[in-house]
């Protein structure tokens, strides 16, 4: 008896019923690499390290532990390079030409891959710089400038990352949505092949098609480039892409809000970037959204982590989008080719078929309709889905094996309805090769040998909760060369350092002796600024104590507006304070909307505290204690981040006590 959940809904609406088939008898298609998630470009997992257990590690297992959520089969991190790359800046492992500095504790990637092996060791680790230190150029903006540095570089950080936390990087990319030279791509598989690392591939050039033009042109090249990794493709790549025969993945798409569109534009391009464009891996940036929600592409990752302090997080639709594939493969399965097992459904959405070659098959459909599957990029060209029962005959050396197979289910909803996530079904029997099922909108189904699958759980998650008021931080729990909790770069890096001060153990240092080789222009080049709080405060009063070892300038700030590739626009409240013996209040970043300034005295090398009090259009700011001033402000903004700056790159910059009495 075919349960109900399967009945044509002919009396709902009327039901088209199309055939396919599934045949492996003229050989398989290409070689699934997996599914994947990206940390980094930049700063995108900040808040995840802070939370505490045991969110933290259920969080993980969402992300990567096998037959529990997502199960990714790829983890690509940025090579972190000390400047801003979309929502935050990365620790670079050398921040200076001296190989004694380099340093593989900092920053969190390490951490992040080493808790995704804890879970699947079998995953495939994915290394790609956004920008790099000013060294790697000579002191240009060009990282190529002396390819053999800039190799060795590269190849520091995998060498780092096997003698100091025994991760094997699978493969390395060049540079994100940048430039590329040819000399330096032969020059990095030479680099690699002569120092053991013959078994790392090559992926390029993680932006769009010209590579593809470029490995046709030159046999040396075509050697040394294993996969073809474009971003946020449509589904679709070129004819010169498919000649190079080369393995083609989707090293970067999604990127939009994780919704029940953001999981309707995921669970189609999974589809349908094999259907359409020969796609045999698909990476999400980001992997999980736990940034800031102000910060640039709020929440366009598998699932939420954005609240440490509450331990809150959210299990969003696109992790069981994720493991309708996932769960049900292993990277080196095969597609069926295109026809035979992978094609558009006559009225509209898709399916793939994969097998292990062992006996086992696994079908992916999706029904995503137009509306209720947009991705951020690239537009996406109308089409129409309407409700169809598909028809499938198995051919080939699986016709007579198969006699039914596991069903796993989704339904994004677009109204009131409650959707359905991820829930396995009765079993479908398969006669003599062939079986129907009704198919309705915006549905996913997986429908495979594979008995292993489970929709992992936890309780749920703590409430909700606004960034806590008050809020202290001395800094000195915390590991040397790490961040402090809920701190978030947006210029420059700040670290843990030893203040070697009776009554400053431990302090942040900002880190960065000279303005990178950036992605995007964050900020003024002589400055940095880090962000905290609740981006809806309106009214705060809040401290920190600082030291500049020579010459130079900090500031702190409140109600500051933008960040990421944005920071250079931010409005707010900004109070400098130089050694030079002035002060300066503006309303802007760049320093160029003055409200008042005046006389301070900031002693070198010693430790002074500022604060800042801002209550609708009044602000005061502090000064070891002594206010220093107090003016009517701008209107707006009204709200925003509360910030701390230098005015330079430099390492001579220490902050200390950071405190926020009051917040609203």
Same mark, same amino acid.
């Given at each position: 008896?075919?349960?109900?959940?399967?009945?044509?809904?002919?009396?709902?609406?009327?039901?088209?019923?199309?055939?396919?088939?599934?045949?492996?008898?003229?050989?398989?298609?290409?070689?699934?690499?997996?599914?994947?998630?990206?940390?980094?470009?930049?700063?995108?997992?900040?808040?995840?390290?802070?939370?505490?257990?045991?969110?933290?590690?259920?969080?993980?297992?969402?992300?990567?532990?096998? @037959?529990?959520? #997502?199960?990714?089969?790829?983890?690509?991190?940025?090579?972190?390079?000390?400047?801003?790359?979309?929502?935050?800046?990365?620790?670079?492992?050398?921040?200076?030409?001296?190989?004694?500095?380099?340093?593989?504790?900092?920053?969190?990637?390490?951490?992040?891959?080493?808790?995704?092996?804890?879970?699947?060791?079998?995953?495939?680790?994915?290394?790609?710089?956004?920008?790099?230190?000013?060294?790697?150029?000579?002191?240009?903006?060009?990282?190529?400038?002396?390819?053999?540095?800039?190799?060795?570089?590269?190849?520091?950080?995998?060498?780092?990352?096997?003698?100091?936390?025994?991760?094997?990087?699978?493969?390395?990319?060049?540079?994100?949505?940048?430039?590329?030279?040819?000399?330096?791509?032969?020059?990095?598989?030479?680099?690699?092949?002569?120092?053991?690392?013959?078994?790392?591939?090559?992926?390029?050039?993680?932006?769009?098609?010209?590579?593809?033009?470029?490995?046709?042109?030159?046999?040396?090249?075509?050697?040394?480039?294993?996969?073809?990794?474009?971003?946020?493709?449509?589904?679709?790549?070129?004819?010169?892409?498919?000649?190079?025969?080369?393995?083609?993945?989707?090293?970067?798409?999604?990127?939009?809000?994780?919704?029940?569109?953001?999981?309707?534009?995921?669970?189609?391009?999974?589809?349908?970037?094999?259907?359409?464009?020969?796609?045999?891996?698909?990476?999400?940036?980001?992997?999980?959204?736990?940034?800031?929600?102000?910060?640039?592409?709020?929440?366009?990752?598998?699932?939420?982590?954005?609240?440490?302090? $509450?331990?809150?997080?959210?299990?969003?639709?696109?992790?069981?989008?994720?493991?309708?594939?996932?769960?049900?493969?292993?990277?080196?399965?095969?597609?069926?080719?295109?026809?035979?097992?992978?094609?558009?459904?006559?009225?509209?959405?898709?399916?793939? %078929?994969?097998?292990?070659?062992?006996?086992?098959?696994?079908?992916?459909?999706?029904?995503?309709?137009?509306?209720?599957?947009?991705?951020?990029?690239?537009?996406?060209?109308?089409?129409?889905?309407?409700?169809?029962?598909?028809?499938?005959?198995?051919?080939? %050396?699986?016709?007579?094996?198969?006699?039914?197979? @596991?069903?796993?289910?989704?339904?994004?909803?677009?109204?009131?309805?409650?959707?359905?996530?991820?829930?396995?079904?009765?079993?479908?029997?398969?006669?003599?090769?062939?079986?129907?099922?009704?198919?309705?909108?915006?549905?996913?189904?997986?429908? $495979?040998?594979?008995?292993?699958?489970?929709?992992? %759980?936890?309780?749920?998650?703590?409430?909700?909760?606004?960034?806590?008021?008050?809020?202290?931080?001395?800094?000195? $729990?915390?590991?040397?060369?790490?961040?402090?909790?809920?701190?978030?770069?947006?210029?420059?890096?700040?670290?843990?350092?030893?203040?070697?001060?009776?009554?400053?153990?431990?302090?942040?240092?900002?880190?960065?002796?000279?303005?990178?080789?950036?992605?995007?222009?964050?900020?003024?080049?002589?400055?940095?600024?880090?962000?905290?709080?609740?981006?809806?405060?309106?009214? #705060?009063?809040?401290?920190?104590?600082?030291?500049?070892?020579?010459?130079?300038?900090?500031?702190?700030?409140?109600?500051?507006?933008?960040?990421?590739?944005?920071?250079?626009?931010?409005?707010?409240?900004?109070?400098?304070?130089?050694?030079?013996?002035?002060?300066?209040?503006? %309303?802007?970043?760049?320093?160029?909307?003055?409200?008042?300034?005046?006389?301070?005295?900031?002693?070198?090398?010693?430790?002074?505290?500022?604060?800042?009090?801002?209550?609708?259009?009044?602000?005061?700011?502090?000064? @070891?204690?002594?206010?220093?001033?107090?003016?009517?402000?701008?209107?707006?903004?009204?709200?925003?981040?509360?910030?701390?700056?230098?005015?330079?790159?430099?390492?001579?910059?220490?902050?200390?006590?950071?405190?926020?009495?009051?917040?609203?």
């Amino acid at each position: 008896m075919v349960p109900k959940w399967m009945w044509t809904s002919i009396f709902l609406l009327p039901v088209a019923l199309c055939a396919y088939t599934i045949d492996d008898s003229s050989g398989l298609g290409r070689t699934y690499d997996g599914i994947g998630g990206i940390s980094g470009g930049g700063a995108t997992s900040r808040l995840l390290v802070n939370y505490a257990e045991p969110y933290r590690s259920q969080i993980l297992d969402y992300l990567f532990k096998p @037959n529990f959520g #997502a199960s990714l089969q790829i983890f690509k991190v940025e090579i972190g390079g000390d400047a801003q790359s979309t929502d935050g800046t990365e620790s670079s492992h050398m921040h200076n030409s001296n190989p004694k500095d380099a340093n593989y504790d900092r920053g969190y990637e390490w951490w992040l891959m080493k808790e995704a092996k804890k879970r699947n060791p079998d995953i495939k680790l994915y290394g790609l710089p956004w920008a790099f230190p000013k060294w790697v150029g000579n002191g240009t903006n060009d990282p190529y400038h002396n390819p053999d540095v800039l190799a060795g570089y590269i190849l520091n950080w995998i060498k780092g990352a096997k003698s100091h936390h025994n991760l094997t990087i699978d493969y390395i990319g060049i540079w994100n949505e940048r430039t590329y030279t040819v000399e330096y791509i032969k020059l990095l598989r030479k680099v690699l092949d002569d120092n053991g690392f013959k078994d790392m591939q090559i992926v390029a050039a993680d932006g769009k098609f010209q590579i593809s033009g470029d490995i046709l042109k030159d046999s040396d090249l075509a050697k040394a480039v294993q996969y073809i990794g474009v971003h946020y493709p449509g589904t679709e790549v070129t004819q010169q892409t498919i000649q190079t025969g080369k393995p083609i993945w989707a090293s970067e798409d999604y990127s939009t809000n994780n919704n029940e569109v953001g999981g309707g534009c995921w669970a189609r391009i999974l589809n349908q970037n094999y259907v359409n464009g020969n796609m045999t891996s698909t990476i999400s940036w980001n992997l999980i959204a736990s940034y800031y929600d102000a910060l640039p592409y709020t929440r366009d990752g598998l699932m939420t982590a954005i609240e440490p302090w $509450s331990g809150h997080y959210e299990v969003t639709s696109p992790i069981w989008g994720a493991a309708h594939t996932t769960q049900f493969t292993e990277i080196g399965w095969k597609y069926f080719k295109h026809g035979a097992g992978a094609a558009h459904l006559d009225k509209g959405g898709s399916y793939v %078929s994969l097998t292990d070659g062992k006996g086992n098959l696994t079908i992916v459909i999706e029904t995503m309709s137009h509306d209720h599957s947009k991705c951020i990029r690239p537009g996406l060209p109308p089409y129409n889905v309407s409700a169809q029962t598909a028809s499938f005959t198995i051919k080939g %050396s699986l016709a007579s094996k198969i006699t039914s197979l @596991n069903v796993w289910y989704t339904k994004l909803t677009f109204d009131s309805s409650t959707p359905t996530y991820f829930e396995k079904k009765p079993a479908i029997k398969v006669s003599q090769g062939s079986f129907s099922l009704d198919l309705q909108l915006d549905e996913i189904y997986t429908l $495979s040998t594979v008995t292993t699958a489970q929709k992992g %759980s936890y309780p749920t998650s703590p409430a909700s909760a606004p960034f806590p008021v008050p809020y202290q931080d001395n800094f000195d $729990s915390y590991p040397i060369h790490s961040e402090a909790n809920n701190f978030a770069d947006q210029s420059g890096v700040y670290e843990i350092h030893q203040a070697n001060d009776p009554d400053h153990k431990l302090a942040m240092r900002q880190m960065i002796p000279d303005y990178p080789i950036i992605r995007c222009i964050p900020a003024d080049p002589n400055l940095t600024v880090s962000y905290i709080g609740n981006h809806n405060w309106k009214d #705060a009063t809040f401290s920190i104590d600082s030291m500049i070892e020579v010459n130079g300038g900090v500031f702190i700030a409140f109600r500051v507006t933008k960040g990421g590739c944005q920071t250079k626009n931010a409005k707010g409240v900004y109070f400098w304070v130089n050694t030079n013996g002035t002060f300066t209040v503006t %309303s802007d970043i760049g320093h160029k909307d003055v409200i008042t300034k005046g006389m301070s005295s900031v002693p070198v090398a010693k430790w002074f505290t500022l604060k800042l009090q801002v209550e609708g259009t009044q602000a005061t700011g502090y000064l @070891n204690g002594k206010q220093a001033f107090s003016t009517k402000i701008p209107a707006t903004p009204k709200n925003g981040f509360i910030a701390i700056g230098t005015t330079d790159f430099s390492t001579q910059y220490w902050f200390d006590n950071f405190s926020v009495t009051k917040a609203s």
